[in-house]
């Protein structure tokens, strides 16, 4: 190897075409994938009209506070400073977010990065979007935003796949 970073590598999407996929690297990589995300969500029958005609939502307007949004939970950047639970409670009031919506913005956001990136941080948008869905979803509900409230939610969780280990587990039959 020459020390040069791969930028991309084609990867096969279908029997005519082929993905241009590449590490999640910074800010304009970012923009890329909200861009394409939100178009899809947009679109989606079951997630979009929440977008378009409960939030109303201005794309152009909202695209740069998403990029600092992901830019912030991807990279550390600090960049994002508003209250997003509080935007959503407001929404939920006119439509309620329930987990068949959840599920569906995280499976549109999953195959978004999927199919434009790959790596570290690729890993990372994935699940922090898993974490802030979870958490997002049970205050929308009146819990807590911790996954851990008891030993007995962190099991049910982490068997659920919402969180990424219990801590002290031991796989069966260890």
């Known amino acids: 190897m020459s020390g040069e ?3 991309g590598s084609a990867v096969p999407a279908g029997p005519n075409e082929v993905r241009d996929v590449r590490e999640l690297r910074d800010r304009d990589d970012i923009a890329r994938l909200v861009r394409e995300f939100y178009g899809r969500a947009f679109a989606d029958p079951l997630i979009g009209p929440i977008f378009t ?6 794309l152009e307007h909202h695209l740069p506070i998403m990029c600092d949004f992901w830019e912030t939970v991807v ?3 600090g960049t994002y400073r508003r209250n997003a639970l509080a935007l959503h409670e407001a929404v939920n009031r006119r439509a309620p977010l329930g987990a068949e919506e959840f599920s569906r913005w995280l499976d549109l956001w999953t ?3 999927d199919d434009l990136f790959e790596g570290e941080a690729a890993e990372r948008a994935k699940v922090q ?4 869905a979870s958490s997002m979803r049970r205050r929308l509900e009146g819990g807590s935003g911790s996954a851990f409230d008891t030993i007995g939610t962190r099991e049910r969780l982490a068997a659920a796949g919402e969180i990424d280990e219990v ?3 031991r796989p069966a039959g260890a």
Do not use: L, N
């Not at 005609?53 to 201005?58: G, H, I, T």
């Open 5 to 7: 970073v791969s930028r």
């Open 53 to 58: 005609e409960v939030a109303r939502m201005d």
């Open 75 to 77: 990279f550390q950047a």
């Open 111 to 113: 195959a978004t990065v």
């Open 129 to 132: 979007a898993r974490r802030i």
């Open 167 to 169: 801590r002290g587990s």
